[in-house]
């Protein structure tokens, strides 16, 4: 099967010149290759974004990491150091967010292991993907509510510096979700469209455990008394 | 998340906007960098001027000073805030607009795609954001001159809690520091942006045969700089936040208890001053490879083209810059020495600080050593690309001192440390920016330059250069603080002279850049058409079919590589060189 | 063109090299009694940094010289050995070299920084503030009084902040100048009331930053008596370049009498 | 003072063109000439001031150097008991014509001289110009600090050698603003912001308000070191009222 109709997850033959010529572009690699020409950026398996993902990915990585440091450093440092008991709905949106993921291998699961595209769109139309967008907005409310409820105790930004980095930490991550959702929005329009990539996907997909990870993360970093 | 599929039919861009303004075209957005770096870099300069003068002369009036500024200079006369309002400018600008923009950002985005033989970046909508951002930023940080009482004063290193305490600590220090934290953040999500790109292209978008081997030194140096920017910038996106909301928020991330400034008591409490170096510092150190990598890369390529034959050691030079790339991350304390951090880490930061100077002496060697029994050509490109290779050992030497927390007793915070970053990251990098200049410049605008006016301004750039800053070592030596307004020390008297020399020496190499300007606008309009190869170079952006290459680079058909990009000194049908897309095959291929 | 710039190379190396040779702007003569490593040191390197820059500009020069505009029949040549032969060189000569310079450097380091204040040394507190220095003596008790921030006031010359209440106090002497007595070792406990500042005195070698938040302390011993000058090396604010003090290295007898002379001012 | 004479004067005459009609209904049009004098003094011996150490800056300790050891003017107490730099203004019975009247003539001058404020403190009216001078070739900084509740925005400037005067005025009443130079931490005085006629201790204690209608007032001396006094005061046409204050020593 040629590696563009592999990539692409529908019926629909994509707009693109099937210049099929696959050669390694590994490192080091001396022969001389054959084909006439070139190949050009949508003749790509997997096409960068899947490299992309990854170059986000360590981004926001090395972003968190400063920030864990500073907290460290910062309550290390720090006279005022006030603990503050997490609200209880963090966790039951971890739980949410957990659950996203699930639905998001699922709906992946479904558009890529089908035999032929054909059944794959007769057989699918996304509904694990809004159930995974679902599922993010909650999470981004439920934080929201989380917000609400420490100012109701009077914990604001610049109560302590726990409060503080309680606030940068969270409001930071919820961006991200954000963007993910943003991802997921886009990659459900393809798929209507019928131009959805298997590598799109698997990109979008990828971010979203990363994120969800990442407040796992996050909620243990926010949790522990160091 | 855009997709290639953004560009997969890339058809030619129509509408003002589109061509020339939000263009999608990564050579478009590269001039955009060039451009923006060039303003930028005048600017600095402009301020780099006024700050001699005021060293040289105190109470010296500058006519016309006065519109800089609503009340920093009464009667034309400098106040001390404002002196420190434009060194904190000149090093922001010049750090993050010019040096970090034009030989990563402008040449990167121009060259890259077309060396590797692709059509344009992946992601060319997040490239022009790339762009936008880091000039919106540009704009915020300038327009701190206009606002309230002006930029904030507390240098471009921004030690907190000078910077973190707000408008109590002095002019500037209110909304001037909002908006320089809030301009590098900006600049910081640009850079991120285009380091995005210019990963994903070097890893996905090398044409059929372009194996990683056979890249350009460019290439290799722009990848090597976007993935330390990754580390960098993201580091101080972080930073600057918590800046912002110490100001505006209230909080105390940088200002520790009990502050008193002014005899007022201040509000915040508990934070840590040295988290801000430790952050600054992380990104800081890095941030001067991410300076002078790219500087490299295009030294060691114009190098190669212009004594005819390769460097000695493709896999040598790689491996340094990569080692380079890598211990920058564990030699960022350095800067701390004398800060109160544990004299036992200033001891575990000083050695590998001493073991960065191997990698980069054995680039030094490398270049100097491939020079022997070469043909080098003397052109203006070649000439900044050797003069580059004498300012890095000039600069470079200097850190022998100042990796050594024994010595950083007497030279830390002296005009040694501000001669020593100037030569080997600023006037180094800048050298490298000229030398790309006189080289790419047939490419990137379809016509030369005027050689002699070239020449000239060598001439005059390198001479002026070591005027400048050789000097700054010896009164160094001699105790010179930087960073003072004016020379009140009783010790400090005698070496007034020298800072005169040193204006005069800085007022007329600013001057021969005025050679270059002119040569660079005049030629980019009616200066003489290039032909398609001036410099019989073999890398891929001379195999485009016209001088600026068309919308897609390559036409319909991308470029096949068979050789590695310095096929020099070898007997082929061309003559002293085989181009990287050339299919002729030599019967021994010369190394 | 290339012959001219050989020799403007060499011009501009020699030209860098003859102030450092000839001493023209030293470093100012060390009183201190931890100073000598250092300045050995900086002469250490100073040699082995010379001759680095030298060889390597003149050896560029040559080349430029000698390879430049050569006819197009003259055959190209490789550098004898290789990069092999350069990457060893590197790591023998420069690995070595700043292997020393890190071992011989941690010792004169070691002496300022990990050697304790002796139990004897005479405490003398400093305040760092924008701009000024301030300096408190504890006075005949030998005993600091308390001090609180909320108490500092320029206005009323309270720079401490001293508690009035506090009996420990009263004979607390502040000067805007520092005296010390030759030949004695001071431990001098630094604290900066806003923003970062440092304190350095080329002719003592001694160079510590103020951290806001953190007590330091350093500690020296003076060997000839005069007046020095302390500045301010941390970028501080728009009086950063007036922020200075100075510093006046006594006989015990001329010491006694400062400090009665600055108690009477009190 | 005479500055300040021909200011009252001038201002007097301007009262009798413009605020006719406002004083026809309370004083019969009487002139606004009259005036409340007398004398501040400070009882028990007054507090030992510190002496200032310049020794930072080099210019100001050769200023001084033939004159006698410079203090603190926190308490400047003259012959007799009088005590100096005092401000007395009228905090009530003025009328909001008085009030609003802003003072024309030469701005008070607030100069800087052998890196001392001098006049330590400068009362000035509600919007009324002042101006900042240096008569030093050091570099100084002038550094206002109102309290940010009373709407007075903060300012912080350099005046090196030879620059022209800093011309401002205050847009609210403020008693005291404190002033510093962050260059020289011991130089430290106070702009004093009040409505309408004003006046400050000479080194005798004395003082006089100039430029009154008759009328009933509440007079208030303020003094930094001893806060404020009051008292009530009638001023008749045409005969001037006096009214002398006393502070306590600590």
Not at chain 2, 36 to 50: D, P, R
Not at chain 2, 495 to 500: A, E, G, N
């Amino acid at each position: 099967m040629a590696p563009i109709l592999d990539d692409l997850l529908t019926v629909k033959p994509p707009d693109v010149p099937d210049k099929t010529a696959d050669i390694d572009n590994g490192g080091g690699n001396e022969q001389i290759p054959v084909a006439p020409t070139g190949r050009r950026l949508a003749d790509y398996s997997p096409p960068p974004s899947s490299t992309a993902i990854w170059v986000v990915i360590a981004a926001i990585t090395m972003t968190f990491a400063a920030l864990t440091s500073a907290l460290i450093i910062r309550q290390a440092s720090s006279v005022d150091w006030r603990h503050l008991t997490l609200p209880r709905i963090l966790y039951a949106n971890t739980l949410v967010l957990i659950l996203s993921s699930i639905t998001l291998t699922i709906a992946r699961h479904r558009l890529t292991s089908s035999r032929s595209a054909g059944e794959r769109q007769a057989g699918h139309r996304g509904q694990w993907l809004y159930a995974t967008l679902f599922l993010g907005l909650l999470f981004v409310g439920g934080q929201w509510v989380a917000w609400m409820q420490l100012r109701a105790q009077g914990l604001y930004l610049a109560t302590n510096p726990n409060s503080s980095f309680f606030y940068v930490l969270t409001v930071a991550h919820a961006l991200h979700i954000l963007g993910g959702l943003c991802g997921l929005a886009y990659v459900i329009r393809k798929l209507n469209r019928g131009v959805l990539r298997k590598s799109t996907l698997d990109a979008a997909a990828r971010y979203w455990h990363f994120v969800d990870l990442l407040w796992i993360y996050l909620l243990m970093l926010l949790w522990v008394k160091i | 998340m855009a997709t290639p599929h953004a560009v997969h039919h890339h058809a030619p861009p129509s509408g003002f906007l589109r061509k020339y303004v939000f263009s999608l075209d990564h050579k478009v957005i590269g001039k955009q960098y060039y451009d923006l770096a060039l303003l930028a870099v005048i600017i600095g300069m402009i301020l780099s001027w006024l700050m001699r003068l005021h060293l040289g002369w105190t109470n010296f009036a500058i006519p016309g000073l006065h519109f800089l500024t609503k009340s920093g200079a009464p009667g034309n006369i400098m106040t001390p805030e404002f002196y420190l309002q434009l060194m904190t400018m000149h090093g922001t600008i010049m750090v993050f607009f010019v040096l970090t923009t034009a030989p990563f950002a402008a040449f990167g985005n121009y060259f890259l795609p077309i060396q590797v033989g692709a059509e344009d970046m992946p992601f060319p909508h997040f490239n022009m954001m790339s762009f936008w951002v880091t000039c919106v930023g540009f704009l915020v940080l300038i327009s701190s001159f206009v606002f309230s009482d002006g930029p904030t004063l507390a240098g471009w290193t921004q030690y907190a809690p000078l910077s973190a305490v707000g408008a109590v600590a002095g002019p500037g220090q209110g909304l001037g520091e909002v908006l320089w934290a809030s301009s590098i953040g900006l600049f910081c999500i640009g850079q991120l942006l285009g380091s995005l790109n210019f990963i994903s292209t070097t890893l996905d978008l090398r044409t059929k045969g372009m194996s990683l081997m056979r890249l350009p030194y460019t290439v290799w140096a722009w990848f090597i700089t976007s993935c330390m920017g990754l580390g960098a910038f993201a580091v101080l996106m972080p930073a600057c936040i918590f800046l912002i909301l110490d100001h505006v928020a209230g909080t105390s991330f940088f200002v520790p208890s009990n502050l008193v400034i002014n005899d007022q008591l201040q509000p915040h409490a508990g934070g840590s001053t040295l988290l801000w170096q430790h952050l600054f510092w992380f990104f800081g150190h890095p941030e001067v490879y991410i300076a002078i990598i790219p500087a490299m890369g295009i030294t060691s390529h114009i190098l190669s083209n212009n004594i005819r034959r390769p460097l000695l050691s493709y896999k040598v030079i790689l491996g340094s810059m990569v080692t380079l790339a890598l211990l920058s991350y564990m030699v960022y304390g350095h800067h701390m020495f004398v800060s109160g951090m544990n004299p036992v880490s200033s001891l575990a930061f000083s050695f590998p600080t001493l073991i960065i100077t191997i990698p980069a002496t054995i680039m030094v060697l490398i270049w100097i050593g491939s020079l022997y029994g070469s043909k080098i050509r003397i052109n203006s490109a070649s000439l900044f690309a050797l003069g580059f290779i004498s300012m890095f050992v000039s600069g470079g030497v200097s850190g022998f001192f100042l990796a050594q927390p024994s010595i950083d007793i007497m030279l830390h915070a002296t005009y040694f440390v501000v001669g020593h970053f100037h030569l080997v990251m600023a006037v180094a990098a800048i050298f490298g920016i000229f030398a790309g200049t006189y080289f790419w410049f047939p490419k990137m605008f379809g016509r030369m330059m005027n050689e002699t006016l070239g020449k000239i301004h060598f001439w005059l750039t390198f001479v002026g250069a070591y005027c400048i800053f050789m000097p700054f070592h010896y009164i160094g030596i001699a105790g010179n603080v930087r960073r003072y307004q004016a020379f009140v020390d009783d010790y400090l008297q005698p070496l007034i002279p020298v800072h005169r020399f040193i204006t005069v020496a800085a007022l007329l190499t600013g001057a021969a850049q005025l050679i270059f300007l002119y040569n660079f606008f005049h030629s980019r309009f009616w200066g003489k058409p290039a032909p398609a190869n001036p410099w019989e170079c073999t890398s891929l952006e001379w195999s485009t079919p016209s001088s600026p290459p068309p919308f897609d680079n390559f036409g319909p058909n991308l470029p096949v590589v068979y050789h590695d990009a310095y096929q020099y000194g070898v007997q082929s049908s061309t003559g002293d060189y085989l181009m990287q897309a050339s299919p002729e095959q030599l019967p021994a291929a010369k190394q | 063109m290339a012959k001219l710039f050989a020799v403007t190379i060499i011009l501009v190396a020699i030209l860098s090299a003859i102030p450092i040779l000839i001493h023209k702007w030293d470093m100012p003569p060390d009183i201190s009694t931890h100073g000598a490593l250092i300045d050995k040191q900086m002469s250490e390197t100073m040699l082995e940094a010379g001759i680095a820059f030298l060889a390597a500009q003149f050896i560029l020069a040559i080349f430029i010289w000698k390879y430049s505009n050569r006819s197009k029949e003259a055959k190209i040549r490789t550098f004898p050995g290789g990069a092999r032969v350069l990457v060893v060189a590197a790591f023998l000569l420069v690995g070595t070299e700043v292997l020393a310079l890190g071992v011989f450097g941690a010792k004169a380091w070691g002496e300022e920084y990990f050697r304790p204040p002796s139990p004897d040394a005479m405490p003398i507190q400093v305040q760092a503030g924008q701009f000024a220095f301030y300096f408190r003596y504890p006075g005949p008790d030998g005993k600091f009084g308390a001090t609180h921030p909320a108490m500092i006031s320029e206005a009323t010359e309270n720079f401490f902040g001293l508690d009035p209440n506090d009996p420990a106090g009263k004979d607390d002497i502040v000067t805007a100048e520092m005296a010390i007595p030759v030949n004695r070792e001071i431990h001098l406990l630094m604290h900066s009331k806003d923003v970062g500042h440092s304190f350095f005195v080329p002719e003592l070698r001694v160079h510590q930053d103020f951290v806001p938040g953190l007590d330091l302390s350093v500690h020296f011993t003076a060997t000839k008596p005069g007046k020095y000058e302390i500045v301010c090396t941390q970028l501080c604010g728009l009086g950063h370049y007036n922020m200075k003090a100075y510093l006046y290295v006594f006989s015990q007898q001329d010491f006694d009498d400062w400090l009665k002379k600055e108690a009477a001012l009190q | 003072m005479n500055g300040k004479h021909k200011l009252n004067v001038s201002a007097a005459a301007m009262l009798l063109l413009f605020g006719g009609l406002v004083y026809s209904v309370k004083t019969g049009g009487a002139p606004a000439d009259g005036e409340i004098s007398g004398t501040v003094k400070l009882d028990g011996t007054p507090p030992h001031m510190k002496g200032i150490d310049m020794s930072k800056d080099p210019y100001c300790v050769k200023f001084h150097q033939n004159g006698p050891p410079v203090r603190l003017e926190d308490v400047v107490v003259g012959e007799g008991g009088g005590l100096e730099n005092v401000v007395l203004y009228i905090s009530e019975g003025l009328s909001a014509a008085e009030l609003s009247k802003v003072p024309s003539g030469p701005p008070p001058e607030f100069d800087q001289k052998g890196c001392m404020y001098t006049p330590h403190v400068l009362p000035m009216d509600v919007n009324q110009k002042y101006q900042v001078v240096t008569s030093d070739t050091t570099t100084h900084n002038i550094h206002p600090l109102p309290n940010p509740m009373t709407g007075n925005i903060p300012w912080n400037e350099s005046q090196p050698a030879g620059a022209p005067p800093i011309v401002k005025a205050w847009q609210h009443e403020e008693v005291a603003i404190p002033v510093k130079c962050n260059i020289h931490p011991w130089m430290h005085g106070y702009f004093v912001v009040v409505k309408g006629p004003y006046g400050v201790t000479d080194d005798k204690g004395s003082y006089t308000i100039k430029g009154l209608p008759p009328g009933n007032y509440t007079v208030t001396a303020w003094h930094e070191q001893y806060g404020t006094q009051t008292q009530k005061v009638t001023v008749a046409a045409g005969k001037p009222a006096t009214a002398n204050f006393s502070f306590k020593a600590k």
